[in-house]
Every structure is written in C-alpha cells, then in structure tokens.
C-alpha cells in the first residue's frame, strides 16, 4: 500500500498553473513579434513600389529621348505602352486611374523628366527635385 501512494504521488507532470504561465508568456511574445512582422512587410511593399517607379523612371527617360528628336516632347508623349515596352512588363495604365495599379504620371520641362509619380499597390512613389520618396495611400 505505501508503494502504491509513494507511485502515486512521484507522478511527473505539468500543473494547470504551469500552463497557464508558459501561454502568458507565449502571448506576450506573438504581441511584440506580430507588429514587427507586418512592418517588415509594410517596408518590403514600399520598396518594392520604389523599384518599380525607378524602372519607369529610367524607362520614361528613354522615350523622352527617343520622342525628343525633333524637339517637341511633352509629357502626353509618355504612355503607359511605350513604358512597358521597354521595362519588358505589362502592368502599368494609361493615366492616374481611380482604384487601378501600376500607374504613373510624368511632369517634363524642357524634355527633361522633373517629376514622376507612380502608384502602385497602396503606395506612392514620386521623384521630384533629384529625391525619391514613397508613402502609402
């Protein structure tokens, strides 16, 4: 009989307080982790959109000087097609679209590109006085 309650009480095992605090503990580490990922992903996005409105920068330079042959460039000259044509991709529109993605706008003075807008999956990149900067719409 004494065996039989010394086996009885040499039981190993977790008590409920036990468990309660370790899923505390496991809550408190989501909490801080959770927000730490989405803002990895919210910077990831931006650069993303950064890149793409580079390349349609350098894009967009290029039919400046294609178009600016005889002189006459403006800024309606730059279309979403030529870009494409030469980025090797199809996902920009013609014109500042309401809920459309990929799409662009480009301010010119004297053929040369002094402004470049470019949206695209919730955010805005624009290239205005030699700086980059994006921000989510």
């Known amino acids: 009989m004494k065996k039989l309650l010394a086996l009885r009480k ?3 095992g977790f008590t409920l307080v036990e468990i309660i605090v370790v899923l505390v503990i496991v809550a408190i580490l989501a909490a ?5 990922f989405s803002g990895f992903v919210n910077r990831a996005n931006s650069q993303q959109t950064l890149a793409e409105a580079r390349a349609v920068y350098v894009a967009a ?3 400046v000087a294609e178009e600016n042959s ?4 403006v800024a309606g000259d730059i279309t979403a097609a030529k870009v494409n044509t030469l980025i ?4 920009l529109v ?3 679209v309401a809920g459309e993605e990929g799409y662009f706008s480009v301010t010119l003075t004297s053929a ?3 402004g470049l807008t470019y949206t695209s999956g919730g955010y805005t990149s ?3 006085s030699g700086a980059w900067t994006t921000v989510k719409v």
């Open 88 to 91: 090797g991709e199809n996902y």
């Open 10 to 12: 040499s039981k190993k």
């Open 126 to 128: 624009t290239y205005a």
């Open 61 to 63: 330079q290029a039919v």
């Open 112 to 114: 040369k590109i002094t």
């Open 32 to 36: 801080i982790a959770i927000p730490q």
């Open 94 to 96: 013609d014109g500042a």
């Open 70 to 73: 005889d002189g006459t460039v």
